[in-house]
């Protein structure tokens, strides 16, 4: 299991840490975007919504679609463009407990993501990966799952607002 740690600077630009190591940054460009650029490496992925509502989305590399995100009642699909029965489900773990999970086609949990709350009021987030060895496409994954759990809490947290 590996655990990745995602801290915020200035609620626009997070940065992925394993081990304290940086490996990625995620970067919403506008405020209130749904559209963030992911940097892994050397490595450039844009993460853009599709849709009026942006309820879609997919990650480019080079222009080219590599995850087609789709938002359904029960959690978001990701899943491969070209390999469309090996998805990926993002859903709350229960309805008394924090956080998501992602599992896989399978059923099986791949990773865990919560939100850490700092009083400075820059949200972080912690990853838990059921896998020993990194590659860059689990890497991507974890920042893809870090975005719309952050949409998830955004959207949550404005129904809130809206109905006080």
């Known amino acids: 299991m590996q655990t990745i740690t995602i801290t915020s600077e200035k609620n626009r630009r997070y940065t992925a840490l394993i081990d304290g190591k940086p490996f990625?940054?995620?970067?919403?460009?506008?405020?209130?975007?749904?559209?963030?650029?992911?940097?892994?490496?050397?490595?450039?992925?844009i993460l853009k919504g599709k849709g009026f509502w942006k309820?879609?989305?997919?990650?480019?590399?080079d222009g080219?679609?590599?995850?087609?995100?789709?938002?359904?009642?029960?959690?978001?699909?990701?899943?491969?463009t070209k390999e469309a029965h090996h998805f990926y489900t993002l859903k709350p773990k229960g309805f008394f407990k924090c956080?998501?999970?992602?599992?896989?086609?399978?059923?099986?949990?791949?990773?865990e993501v919560k939100q850490e709350f700092s009083w400075k009021f820059n949200p972080g987030y912690l990853l838990t990966v059921n896998e020993d060895t990194m590659t860059e496409d689990t890497m991507l994954l974890a920042l893809v799952a870090m975005h719309y759990f952050r949409a998830a809490m955004n959207a949550a947290a404005a129904s809130v607002a809206a109905a006080g």
Do not use: C
């Not at 995850?67 to 491969?80: H, L, Q």
């Not at 956080?99 to 990773?111: Q, S």
């Open 24 to 45: 990625g940054t995620l970067y919403y460009p506008k405020w209130f975007s749904q559209d963030a650029e992911i940097t892994i490496g050397a490595s450039m992925y």
């Open 55 to 61: 309820t879609h989305g997919e990650v480019l590399k």
């Open 64 to 80: 080219m679609p590599i995850f087609d995100i789709k938002t359904k009642w029960s959690g978001n699909v990701i899943s491969r």
């Open 99 to 111: 956080g998501y999970v992602l599992e896989n086609y399978k059923g099986e949990v791949v990773m």
